[in-house]
């Protein structure tokens, strides 16, 4: 690979000088007509600029740490593609890494990326009592911690759900169950406490062990069984509601004919299951996006106020919820 | 943060010493009671060794850059976990990045990787007549340039197809057309050869200009418009087939009724299409993991021969197909 030294060779300029022209920092102070013989020079050799070596003397690496749970879950792809298009427009690269929600994985995965000189993370991965390291700059992304302190951007989890009660209610349904997402995960919580004050009190709520279908079938048999007479299902997010289908089907209970049932996300493919899904829809690529962008606010900055960003929703009907059985 | 010499002041050693003891490569070197002390004081002081300045010593960074063309697309994300899995057998993270099948972004990216010392490059984005840089480890993953001595690994595209027609003329079909992926594409190409191979000479075919369900629709239009008479569609892929499902469905025609369709791949929701769709299923996360493990393999002897690994498909039987119309 071409050197530094051979770019200036080419140039005919000192190592020196072409390492200002090719730096944009200090490009300032070397002669125009000398900075773009230099950058005509390292075009021409293929020169690319070792950023290990950069790293070391700036302390910046242009890479942050990317934290998911698992990229399988349809949530994350296009978030994880804002972040890296939000990334890119300051010329950072996304290290990528998945948890399978083990918070000793994740410890592991963060060391590791710390290790490699990452300026930054971006963690979709966080409980809500995580306390979170202070010292490195890191943004929540769709999840968030209980307590203050660290930069997130994430959707209306309690508009959206005050949004599918008004749209149950609308449709003559009062015996509204809820299968919540975990406890100990803000999205669970939130949606969780926005459906508890939507619906002003005594409802029947069991919580799924994990965003899941798998989980939610089970936690809709033992909703199902603790309250036979429901017309409606709030479920915690789509791939729980995929689970409440599976399980009322079980019980030979129709969708939406017997029961409504509703989801949250507005996975790809929610309009093609059987009945299409009413969900909300999250704004996944631009959650993505603006993470990224809150994430070089805070590299540059991070003595800033600790933002937290919270995107509109919006709901979208389809045929999983009807009229109220009588 | 911690430095070496922290580690080796608490552990009661000399600098050089605790640097052996870290390292795999150097702690034969060290007696066994001493590497142990030393490890207790790393992780006692939450010591994360410096990879960026290993990265100049070693000239390995323990980082891959991953490139495909969008995350979006729902046969990446299983694909790309499955490398991210791979890469950690080894200690190895994903630098991931996204194309969108831009020649320029891609080479962009790549450039940009290779500055950052990354050690090897999976590209999930090769057209094939790509000229691939032979002096950096590369492997292809899913798509695969014509030439040969690069690495790749992909399900088997021929013996798919195979399978597809083999399961269509059984239910009495022989006005087959085929909605081809694109021809600059490996995936297309192969999966077209092995159509006329199966279908053994004169049958309609048009082109899709890209994988994507418009694409399909569009390219669907036009096989429609040539041959009137088919009874069944080999689509290039399941996205493909959801665009001929919308077309058909657009000139007043049921599937399977009037004509059946087939996808290639079984991406997540195949099954809950409408119809559901009969496909080829591929080891998605398999030939994320083997492709990992080649780069590796790779890395470590790059004059070993360029192995092309091709795993084999199975054939996933619902709805979309049925017996042909008389």
Wanted: proline residues 6%; neutral net charge; contains cysteine.
């Amino acid at each position: 690979m071409p050197t530094i030294k051979d770019v200036a060779d080419r140039a005919g300029v000192h190592a020196a000088t072409a390492s200002r022209a090719l730096n944009s920092a200090t490009r300032g102070m070397v002669n125009a007509r000398t900075v773009t013989r230099v950058l005509e020079a390292a075009k021409a050799l293929g020169y690319a600029p070792n950023s290990a070596a950069r790293s070391l003397r700036t302390r910046t690496s242009s890479v942050a740490g990317v934290i998911i749970p698992d990229l399988r879950n349809p949530v994350f792809p296009p978030i994880v593609r804002g972040i890296e298009d939000g990334l890119r427009e300051a010329g950072y690269m996304a290290l990528l890494g998945n948890t399978d929600g083990d918070a000793v994985r994740e410890r592991e995965l963060f060391d590791a990326m710390r290790g490699r000189q990452t300026d930054g993370f971006i963690l979709a991965t966080s409980r809500r009592d995580d306390a979170l390291p202070a010292e490195v700059p890191t943004v929540l992304v769709n999840r968030r911690t209980d307590a203050g302190g660290v930069p997130s951007v994430t959707a209306d989890n309690s508009v959206g759900v005050h949004m599918l009660v008004r749209a149950l209610v609308h449709l003559g349904h009062s015996r509204i169950g809820h299968v919540a997402g975990p406890r100990h995960l803000s999205t669970g919580w939130e949606r969780y406490r926005a459906f508890v004050d939507a619906m002003d009190g005594a409802e029947p709520v069991t919580f799924a062990e994990a965003f899941t279908e798998d989980a939610g079938f089970e936690a809709t048999l033992r909703l199902l069984d603790t309250v036979p007479d429901l017309t409606a299902i709030v479920a915690g997010n789509d791939l729980i509601a995929l689970g409440c289908y599976a399980a009322l089907a079980s019980r030979g209970l129709r969708v939406p004919e017997d029961i409504s049932v509703t989801g949250f996300n507005d996975i790809p493919f929610a309009d093609r299951q059987r009945p299409g899904l009413t969900t909300i829809r999250i704004p996944h690529y631009d959650i993505g996006l603006e993470s990224a962008r809150l994430l070089l606010e805070r590299i540059a900055n991070p003595a800033g106020p600790a933002k937290r960003i919270v995107l509109p929703v919006e709901l979208v009907t389809r045929g999983s919820t009807g009229p109220a059985r009588n």
